[in-house]
């Protein structure tokens, strides 16, 4: 369709005006979709149109054939259905005439039998008659008589029957005759059959050629027309082919020039490429005779590694198989191990019930030790008693004479007047039963830090065992609200719970008490331990991270933050590492004492206070006196023996001197001395000058 | 043409060649290179051994049977060579080729018209050998077991029975003195039990395929032989075939022509045929029934799904036509009703007429030669003018006389379904006769012209 469009005046889509080519493109959408939907529907469609095309003339045609064929058959059966309808009207003609002679002869034998009946009953009638007669002759008339009755009814009947087969002769005639007329129907239906077949057979020929003629017209005219548009289409494409081979020359030639142009380049280029690519190909080339070589060299190496290895793997083989029977030893001896091991765990339960065994004897000796220990600790108690009271007479008296030497020193060697000291011990007697200072409880502690913050001045002063600690009780304050506020998972909740309804420093104690509980912080002093140990923790925190921060310590704010001592963060670890460091010897030791001295225990802690005292009754001081005492007399005998010791030496010195002068006065009075030079006696001038 | 029988003949020799070829000159084939006239003709001068194996399989295909497992052409082959007499117990199931029973057939029955048996030459062939087995059944003579050792063989491919002769028992003793005995034995017919038919209940359960059975008890051609009980269908045959019939449940149409069926042989077979599932057509014409057996068939058509029931020449009158009516108002399925060669009089005509007032189902009324006279016919111009399902009406041979024929005038006159209406041989004028068809073409015409709109 499209391609008829440039033919007629149809809007060509290279036209110049655009309205123009709007309308070629709407034509031509339309154009595929009707052959889109022509293409779908197919053969019908074609049919469709065609008959729709076409009524005019071999339809029609059809139509009136139909029409003239169905008459004619319907008059052809009907000329055979007549036969058929003559043959059944003569049937029921037949079968009327056959009722009507049947009904004729029915009444005919009905009447024949009441004749017969009649005349048979005359003649049994005239029976008795016949009997009665006793006279031959009227006897024999009789029976005559009765014989020609008979003969008269048999004759009716023989009458009767040469009727009946004459009938039945004649319709056996009738019925030959009925067969014939049948066979002579069957024939002509069959003759008209055949006639109607034939002139059907004809008719219908005719009609056929009659359709075929009004077909072949039919597409006869459809031929010439399509042949003249063929014609025209034809015409106008070769002529357009024509102009496209004229174009299609031009731009042959074109190209042509074109092609052979990019020929020649191509082919310089060409070569160019060849060139380098020889070149590269020889490099190539090299290089594969290089790695050719080290190939070679390579499968040497290779060979001989191959060979090393499966030397390797023999070794290995070898050694496995070995392993393997070792390991079979081994499993030989894991074996008798494990027999070992069952007979010496059998072994082990024995000992272990006779070691259990033990135990209970051991036990129960325990026991009896225990009540021996008893006893004796009660005896030794005594004992002990007896001993102190000895000891302690003894020691007062040994009292008595340094407190009498003291007054003896005092009054004769000082010239002092003598006070004796206090000396309360001197009035006890016996061991003495220690006065348990109760050391203030970590709670009352607590309380104490808790609630006087105010007089911690005071407290200060007082309380020396904060001051030896080295810590001040704000910082102590700070701690405990500190394990309140954090270590709150350490006490129940149900209890949390009663709590909350108390006010901020009770709720606190109790929390505190609860917590000292769990920790197992019993005195003051476990608290002034905790202290420091946090003190501790925060300075190795501090100096671990903060190294490198310069703390300006002259900031009291910043005093204020050191004092918090620990990051929040940290209390429950350290507070761990608290109780790991120090709760366990402790519990440890009380376990032990607990154990040991379950008896009456007497705390020997006074003791050596008492005896010191009772020691030192003479005070340091006096001591000091006494040894200074000592030292100038020992001085002063000193300086007597010393003065002793000079006097007879002066006394010898005397008696030697008096010698000596004589001695002297015996030389000086010699004659000798005249006749020397320097004299001695000058001598001894000028020396003593 | 002697040359493919010397082929023909040749093959078997082929198996064991040297001696017979030594001297090839002899032969007058051998001298030529190509012989055109025979079609099996091949250059080769010893047959290919393939062709061998094939005419070796046809040979001996009665001990060997090898057809399946061949290739198409090979069957092709085999079966074009395979003789027409093998046992049909070897080649009944396994041979489905057309042109070797169509082969058999023509070896047997000589040319025949296919189109009767759907184009199935098998078929064909195994209906025909089965009626041919049951026609020439002689009851106490021949063995049931013939009978019965074909079924197996033709029961796929029966479907259609038509018995055209049914023999009786052969009695001997009567032959023996025929000039004085027989007459009285035709007469009396005095050993009852021994002239039963063959005995359909061995049969008909059989066949599981069969659709139309008919039948006709009597001897076909008997000639001058003619004997009253050659054409005696007796109470127990008609018992037999009444059950064999209810056990035969594909059966869609059955036919028993001129068999002298009466009203108690009607009766039992109806009986039997109550409820049948799948019986369409019934044909009981030429036979004797009355009115109490028109009356059983009038039942039969309230309690089956009969389309056609065909029961002319037969002796039904009034009463009967008026059972068959009351059946009809009832709107049974029945389409076709041929009532022809009866005797229902007025009577019946009046109560059919009136039953199809309230009927829509019937087609087609065949009342033709039944004693039907102008009361009939202005019952039934009447129902034409109410009834609009009716197709045909047979009216011919009936006295309806000029009256008659002007209340059928009228009666068309207001009907636009009737297509046929045939009134020849009634008496009626000519005029109404040329109106009422001129009717009839308008409604011809018409029901064209529907039939091509629905196309």
């Given at each position: 369709?499209?391609?008829?469009?440039?033919?007629?005046?149809?809007?060509?889509?290279?036209s110049d005006s655009p309205e123009e080519r709007i309308a070629a493109r709407r034509l031509r959408i339309a154009a595929r979709t009707e052959a889109r939907t022509r293409l779908e529907l197919?053969?019908?469609?074609?049919?469709?149109?065609?008959?729709?095309?076409?009524?005019?003339?071999?339809?029609?045609?059809?139509?009136?054939?139909?029409?003239?064929?169905?008459?004619?058959?319907?008059d052809g059966t009907e000329l055979v259905t007549n036969i058929l309808v003559a043959a059944d009207a003569r049937e029921t003609k037949r079968r009327a005439q056959l009722a009507e002679a049947r009904r004729l002869r029915n009444e005919k034998l009905e009447n024949e039998a009441k004749s017969s009946l009649e005349k048979f009953e005359e003649v049994t009638q005239n029976w008795p008659v016949a009997k009665a007669k006793e006279i031959p002759q009227d006897l024999r008339d009789a029976l005559k008589s009765q014989q020609q009755l008979c003969m008269l009814i048999t004759e009716d009947k023989n009458k009767l029957i040469n009727e009946l087969q004459h009938e039945l002769k004649s319709s056996d005639d009738r019925y030959v005759k009925e067969l014939k007329k049948q066979a002579e129907d069957v024939d002509l239906m069959r003759e008209k059959m055949q006639e109607q077949m034939t002139s059907l057979m004809k008719l219908y020929r005719q009609e056929l050629d009659l359709i075929e003629n009004s077909f072949d017209d039919e597409r006869?005219?459809?031929?010439?027309?399509?042949?003249?548009?063929?014609?025209?289409?034809?015409?106008?494409?070769?002529?357009?082919?024509?102009?496209?081979?004229?174009?299609?020359?031009?731009?042959?030639?074109?190209?042509?020039?074109?092609?052979?142009?990019?020929?020649?380049?191509?082919?310089?280029?060409?070569?160019?490429?060849?060139?380098?690519?020889?070149?590269?190909?020889?490099?190539?080339?090299?290089?594969?005779?290089?790695?050719?070589?080290?190939?070679?060299?390579?499968?040497?190496?290779?060979?001989y590694s191959r060979h090393v290895i499966t030397h390797r793997k023999m070794e290995t083989i070898h050694i496995e198989s070995l392993q393997r029977k070792r390991i079979l030893r081994l499993q030989d001896s894991l074996k008798n191990l494990k027999v070992k091991c069952a007979s010496q765990e059998k072994q082990a339960q024995e000992e272990n019930q006779s070691l259990t065994d033990g135990y209970k004897r051991s036990m129960l000796e325990y026991k009896d030790m225990q009540k021996h220990l008893r006893h004796f600790a009660a005896v030794d108690a005594e004992r002990f008693e007896e001993i102190w009271l000895m000891n302690e007479n003894e020691a007062k008296a040994l009292v008595h004479k340094v407190l009498e030497t003291d007054r003896v020193i005092y009054e004769q060697f000082l010239g002092l007047a003598w006070a004796p000291p206090h000396m309360p011990f001197m009035e006890n007697s016996g061991p003495i039963q220690p006065q348990h200072q109760a050391q203030r409880t970590a709670q009352q502690f607590a309380m104490q830090?808790?609630?006087?913050?105010?007089?911690?001045?005071?407290?200060?002063?007082?309380?020396?065992?904060?001051?030896?600690?080295?810590?001040?009780?704000?910082?102590?304050?700070?701690?405990?609200?500190?394990?309140?506020?954090?270590?709150?998972?350490?006490?129940?909740?149900?209890?949390?719970?009663?709590?909350?309804?108390?006010?901020?420093?009770?709720?606190?104690?109790?929390?505190?008490?609860?917590?000292?509980?769990?920790?197992?912080?019993?005195?003051?002093?476990?608290?002034?331990?905790?202290?420091?140990?946090?003190?501790?923790?925060?300075?190795?925190?501090?100096?671990?991270p903060e190294e490198g921060i310069s703390v300006s310590n002259e900031n009291e704010l910043v005093r204020e933050m050191d004092s918090e001592l620990v990051h929040p963060n940290h209390v429950v670890k350290a507070l761990h590492a608290f109780t790991a460091q120090y709760c366990r010897p402790r519990d440890l030791q009380s376990q032990k004492q607990s154990s040991v001295l379950s008896l009456e225990e007497r705390d020997d802690s006074e003791d050596a206070a008492y005896w010191e005292s009772m020691a030192n009754v003479i005070p340091e001081s006096k001591l000091k006196v006494w040894n200074a005492l000592e030292d100038a007399l020992s001085k002063y005998h000193t300086v007597l023996t010393e003065r002793s010791k000079i006097l007879t030496d002066t006394h010898h010195l005397k008696q030697q001197n008096a010698e000596l002068t004589a001695l002297l006065h015996q030389y000086l009075s010699q004659k000798g001395n005249t006749e020397l030079k320097i004299p001695p006696t000058l001598v001894m001038q000028l020396t003593s000058e | 043409?002697?040359?493919?029988?010397?082929?023909?003949?040749?093959?078997?020799?082929?198996?064991?060649?040297?001696?017979?070829?030594?001297?090839?000159?002899?032969?007058?084939?051998?001298?030529?290179?190509?012989?055109?006239?025979?079609?099996?003709?091949?250059?080769?001068?010893?047959?290919?051994?393939?062709?061998?194996?094939?005419?070796?399989?046809?040979?001996?295909?009665?001990?060997?049977?090898?057809?399946?497992?061949?290739?198409?052409?090979?069957?092709?082959?085999?079966?074009?060579?395979?003789?027409?007499?093998?046992?049909?117990?070897?080649?009944?199931?396994?041979?489905?080729?057309?042109?070797?029973?169509?082969?058999?057939?023509?070896?047997?029955?000589?040319?025949?018209?296919?189109?009767?048996?759907?184009?199935?030459?098998?078929?064909?062939?195994?209906?025909r050998h089965l009626e041919n087995i049951i026609e020439l059944f002689i009851p106490d003579q021949t063995e049931p077991k013939s009978v019965l050792d074909v079924v197996p063989l033709c029961q796929n491919y029966v479907r259609r029975l038509k018995i055209t002769q049914l023999l009786p028992p052969i009695r001997k003793p009567p032959k023996f003195n025929e000039d004085d005995a027989s007459e009285s034995?035709?007469?009396?017919?005095?050993?009852?039990?021994?002239?039963?038919?063959?005995?359909?209940?061995?049969?008909?359960?059989?066949?599981?395929?069969?659709?139309?059975l008919q039948l006709v008890y009597g001897v076909r051609g008997c000639g001058m032989n003619f004997e009253w009980n050659l054409f005696e269908f007796t109470f127990s045959d008609c018992q037999?075939?009444?059950?064999?019939?209810?056990?035969?449940?594909?059966?869609?149409?059955?036919?028993?022509?001129?068999?002298?069926?009466?009203?108690?042989?009607?009766?039992?077979?109806?009986?039997?045929?109550?409820?049948?599932?799948?019986?369409?057509?019934?044909?009981?014409?030429?036979?004797?029934?009355?009115?109490?057996?028109?009356?059983?068939?009038?039942?039969?058509?309230?309690?089956?799904?009969?389309?056609?029931?065909?029961?002319?020449?037969?002796?039904?009158?009034?009463?009967?036509?008026?059972?068959?009516?009351?059946?009809?108002?009832?709107?049974?399925?029945?389409?076709?009703?041929?009532?022809?060669?009866?005797?229902?009089?007025?009577?019946?005509?009046?109560?059919?007429?009136?039953?199809?007032?309230?009927?829509c189902i019937l087609l087609n009324l065949h009342l033709g030669a039944n004693e039907l006279t102008e009361p009939t016919a202005t019952a039934l111009s009447h129902m034409l003018v109410h009834n609009s399902t009716l197709k045909r009406l047979n009216l011919s041979c009936n006295r309806l006389g000029e009256d008659g024929g002007k209340a059928m005038e009228e009666g068309m006159s207001h009907n636009s379904s009737l297509l046929e209406c045939d009134i020849r041989l009634t008496g009626v004028r000519l005029e109404s006769e040329y109106s009422i068809k001129k009717h009839l073409h308008t409604n011809q015409a018409k029901g064209r012209q529907d039939t091509a709109a629905s196309r």
């Open positions: 369709m499209s391609r008829a469009g440039p033919g007629e005046l149809s809007p060509a889509v290279e197919g053969e019908e469609a074609q049919e469709q149109e065609e008959n729709t095309e076409e009524p005019r003339t071999s339809q029609k045609q059809v139509d009136q054939s139909e029409k003239r064929m169905l008459k004619l058959q319907t006869k005219t459809l031929l010439t027309s399509n042949l003249k548009k063929w014609e025209q289409q034809r015409k106008e494409r070769s002529d357009r082919e024509l102009e496209h081979l004229l174009q299609r020359i031009k731009q042959k030639e074109e190209n042509e020039v074109l092609l052979h142009r990019l020929r020649v380049a191509n082919i310089k280029e060409y070569n160019m490429m060849k060139l380098n690519l020889e070149t590269q190909s020889e490099i190539l080339q090299q290089n594969i005779q290089k790695t050719k070589a080290t190939n070679q060299l390579n499968q040497e190496k290779l060979e830090a808790l609630g006087e913050v105010e007089e911690k001045r005071e407290m200060e002063g007082e309380s020396s065992t904060a001051e030896v600690a080295g810590l001040d009780r704000r910082t102590v304050k700070k701690l405990l609200e500190l394990l309140c506020d954090e270590t709150g998972f350490l006490i129940e909740s149900k209890l949390l719970k009663l709590l909350s309804p108390l006010e901020k420093d009770p709720q606190s104690f109790i929390k505190l008490h609860l917590i000292f509980s769990a920790l197992g912080i019993e005195n003051e002093e476990d608290v002034y331990k905790m202290a420091e140990f946090f003190e501790k923790y925060k300075q190795q925190q501090k100096d671990q | 043409m002697p040359v493919i029988s010397m082929s023909m003949g040749k093959a078997p020799a082929g198996i064991n060649p040297p001696v017979k070829m030594l001297n090839p000159a002899a032969d007058p084939r051998k001298m030529r290179r190509i012989i055109a006239e025979d079609p099996e003709w091949s250059l080769a001068v010893v047959p290919s051994l393939k062709n061998l194996c094939l005419q070796h399989i046809v040979n001996h295909f009665e001990e060997k049977p090898i057809l399946n497992e061949l290739l198409p052409s090979q069957k092709a082959f085999v079966l074009e060579k395979l003789p027409t007499f093998l046992p049909l117990s070897l080649t009944a199931n396994l041979i489905s080729d057309e042109g070797y029973w169509r082969r058999c057939c023509e070896d047997r029955w000589g040319q025949r018209d296919v189109s009767e048996y759907d184009l199935s030459w098998k078929r064909m062939f195994f209906e034995a035709s007469d009396l017919g005095d050993d009852g039990p021994s002239i039963d038919h063959f005995d359909f209940r061995i049969l008909l359960n059989k066949l599981t395929n069969l659709e139309e037999f075939l009444a059950k064999a019939l209810q056990s035969c449940t594909t059966l869609k149409i059955l036919k028993i022509n001129q068999s002298n069926v009466d009203d108690d042989k009607c009766r039992t077979l109806v009986s039997n045929l109550l409820d049948h599932p799948s019986l369409l057509e019934l044909d009981l014409s030429h036979n004797i029934i009355g009115d109490r057996g028109a009356r059983a068939l009038g039942k039969l058509l309230n309690r089956s799904h009969l389309k056609q029931l065909d029961i002319y020449d037969n002796k039904i009158k009034g009463p009967g036509a008026q059972a068959l009516a009351h059946a009809l108002s009832k709107n049974t399925p029945l389409e076709s009703l041929n009532l022809r060669l009866n005797q229902i009089g007025d009577e019946g005509g009046q109560a059919l007429a009136q039953a199809l007032l309230k009927n």
